[in-house]
């Protein structure tokens, strides 16, 4: 269980968090949207204690993070796997090197890697383009490999910052429906902040709205199921 307790952030003159209160229970799937400055992003730093909060409680499990040491920081990072507008791979390391680099990172087994690794390139259709670089990958193919590396660790929780925001349409779709099957095959707690409010309308999954740091909605689930674009399998060209 995550829970934001009357959560307060500000910066300078502005109040980027107005004491929000929400909670997301372990395995579900929950949108945060809100225009550009709402206060959305700044909810996944304070997540991740990239930013400390000014007043209020953040639990998981029941622990204060907001209260934790420095040197709690990096374990606590552990249970969250990030994805990233710009995906933020490495451009001199392969599709293999990328994932197996999250792990090697946190000390894993040579063996466990040689094992893992390839079963999340399967697992995200990118199998295939393990030996490539960065450059040679579509945005969506990046993309893939970026889910792939959150996963890498098996994190309690994955949440991905505007992961849409640099492919085309049809791969929104498709990098969505990764994410609902992660949160359903696997059971992760997923959080998708977002500004496209149409896209995440069509999923009718949890959406919590902010904006100008105060949570405005927070409109229950209402359908299950992937979603594909209008005209199209939602699949990879």
Do not use: C, W
């Not at 995550?2 to 949108?31: C, H, M, P, W």
């Not at 007043?55 to 374990?75: H, N, T, V």
């Not at 670089?133 to 309690?156: F, K, T």
């Not at 069509?202 to 902010?210: A, E, K, M, Y």
């Amino acid at each position: 269980m995550i829970e934001f307790q009357n959560v307060r952030k500000e910066y300078s003159d502005t109040v980027a968090l107005n004491e929000i209160s929400f909670s997301i229970a372990d395995g579900e799937f929950v949108f945060i949207v809100g225009k550009s400055g709402a206060g959305k992003t700044t909810v996944t730093k304070v997540l991740l204690l990239e930013e400390k909060i000014d007043s209020g409680k953040i639990l998981i499990g029941g622990d204060d993070i907001s209260a934790y040491p420095d040197r709690l920081i990096p374990y606590h990072r552990r249970r969250i796997g990030m994805v990233f507008q710009n995906f933020r791979l490495f451009p001199d390391k392969t599709v293999y090197e990328n994932v197996a680099f999250a792990m090697r990172a946190v000390g894993a087994a040579p063996a466990d890697i040689k094992t893992r690794v390839p079963m999340l390139l399967r697992m995200m259709s990118v199998e295939d383009r393990s030996t490539h670089y960065p450059i040679e990958l579509s945005g969506g193919e990046q993309q893939r490999v970026a889910l792939a590396r959150a996963l890498a660790n098996n994190p309690d929780i994955i949440v991905a910052d505007e992961p849409t925001g640099n492919i085309d349409p049809q791969m929104s779709y498709t990098i969505m429906n990764l994410l609902l099957r992660i949160n359903r095959l696997l059971g992760k707690t997923v959080i998708v902040v977002t500004h496209e409010k149409a896209m995440v309308d069509s999923f009718g999954q949890r959406v919590i709205t902010i904006d100008g740091g105060s949570i405005v909605s927070d409109t229950p689930a209402t359908a299950a199921g992937d979603t594909t674009p209008e005209g199209g399998d939602g699949s990879e060209q």
